[in-house]
């Protein structure tokens, strides 16, 4: 019996071993920064970037993250895919620097009856954290079929977010993909909603999704720039998220800008920019989250392509 314990338990020290090796290599630091060719800045906004794998510690897949939120309460991070999965993650810092991504769960989003979505249902693209603290939901918008949805931390389905009456037609006919890319909830103007790019049937292209409906021009950066995420900043101010993809060939440039709601006509400031025709391994980046004071993750979507990578970048912005 003594020697079947100890084999037991040495089988038991080696699954935790392979575990956690699994754990460590689901990120690994990544150099964000310009090409030795390229100027370097004065001062990088970056404070450490990572690597997330293609397979998740539990052997799943894991592509296309799209929306992203950070829950301050119990540190973490959640992020939707394209796929239909809900991803819960921790990071961890050292010296006021993102070091480290922990794996802590993934779960499918699920339907009103319980079903895991398929097929067009499927294709989450942004995400935001409501409620108090200790009874947080999340909002999920979603493309193909333009809705907004109400999930609890597991992924189950709670309730449909009714859109404006004046903007529901609009929604309803924006293209399958191009669609309600950024959510968040502002503490004055409720569920805001940006659409990727401007459509004539919609009063702007950042939309206060409930009664009453409002609607915003967002003033893009660069020519044929879209619209990618949001968030709220304690203040109320809106950090945005702009993409400008016009084809590979073409330089890729992400746009972080400060945004008034209650303002919309003052100035947009730009507070970081990134260029591949300026030295920047510049991917996907179409996910942002409001950290704490200054701090900002961004995370990129692969489109579970080999060629693209999921990188999850910490960002020092000057927000003051």
Known sequence: MRRLQSL????????????????????SPFRFERSAQ???????????ALRL???????DPV??????VWQAAEGLLHAVSDQGYLL??????????LVALEFVSRHPLRDAAGK???????????????????????????EHRHRVARHDLNGR????????????AGIRALPSNDGMEALTVHPGHGVLVGIEHPAEALPGQILRFTDPAEGWIYPVASPEGALVALDTLADGRLLALERRFIAPWKP???TLRLLNPDAPTLPSPILARFSSAEGWPVDNFEALAWHRDDRVFMLSDDNANPAQETLLVYLQLPLH
């Not at 037991?8 to 090796?21: D, E, N, P």
């Not at 390229?38 to 450490?48: I, K, L």
């Not at 819960?88 to 620097?97: K, M």
């Not at 895991?116 to 979603?142: K, M």
Request: aromatic share 4%.
């Open 8 to 27: 037991l338990s040495v089988l038991m020290l080696l699954q935790g071993i392979c575990t956690g090796a699994r754990g460590a290599d689901f990120a």
């Open 38 to 48: 390229a100027a370097q800045p004065q001062a990088s906004p970056v404070r450490g």
């Open 63 to 68: 592509h296309g993250l799209s929306g992203l």
């Open 53 to 59: 794998a293609g397979t998740a510690p539990d052997g």
């Open 116 to 142: 895991q979505l398929e097929g067009p249902d499927r294709d989450a693209e942004g995400l935001a954290l409501d409620g108090e603290v200790g009874h947080e939901t999340l909002l999920v918008s979603f």
């Open 157 to 168: 389905w709670l309730e449909d977010i009714t859109p404006a009456a004046p903007l529901a």
């Open 252 to 254: 890729l440039i992400i």
């Open 88 to 97: 819960t993650l921790r990071p961890g810092f050292a010296h006021d620097e």
